[in-house]
């Protein structure tokens, strides 16, 4: 059975960091690509991060180029979002997703084979 489990939201001032994990299992990091996503309230998802281990490639919004970086350890079967410098537009539900596309693929955020349930990041004074 394939589980996406997101953790490391919550709440932080403008400014200030957090570091999101998404836990995999029942699939290997190496075959999938990854993807971390957002949804802010009232918004469409958009696709915030991507890493393709078949491919190399990697790909980030341009509102968090900078400051998010994306990184996986396959030996644990964990990906992460590192967010620094969060803003108030950063807000919302962050979730994973696994396909075996590559980035250019997965970033559009559609029919991907498998998602995690998200975590809630919410950046305010």
């Known amino acids: 059975q394939v589980q996406l489990v997101e953790s490391g939201g919550g709440l932080v001032q403008p400014g200030g960091s957090l570091r999101l994990s998404c836990v995999v299992s029942g699939l290997s990091l190496e075959v999938y690509t990854i993807g971390w996503f957002r949804q802010a309230p009232g918004k469409e998802r958009e696709g915030v991060a991507c890493i393709s281990d078949s491919d190399g490639d990697k790909y980030y919004l341009d509102s968090v180029k900078g400051r998010f970086t994306m990184s996986r350890d396959n030996a644990h079967n964990t990906v992460y979002l590192h967010m620094n410098s969060l803003k108030p537009e950063d807000t919302g539900v962050y979730s994973c997703?696994?396909?075996?596309?590559?980035?250019?693929?997965?970033?559009?955020?559609?029919?991907?084979?498998?998602w995690g349930q998200g975590t809630q990041v919410a950046v305010s004074a």
């Open positions: 997703a696994a396909d075996q596309g590559n980035c250019r693929t997965v970033v559009p955020g559609l029919y991907l084979e498998y």
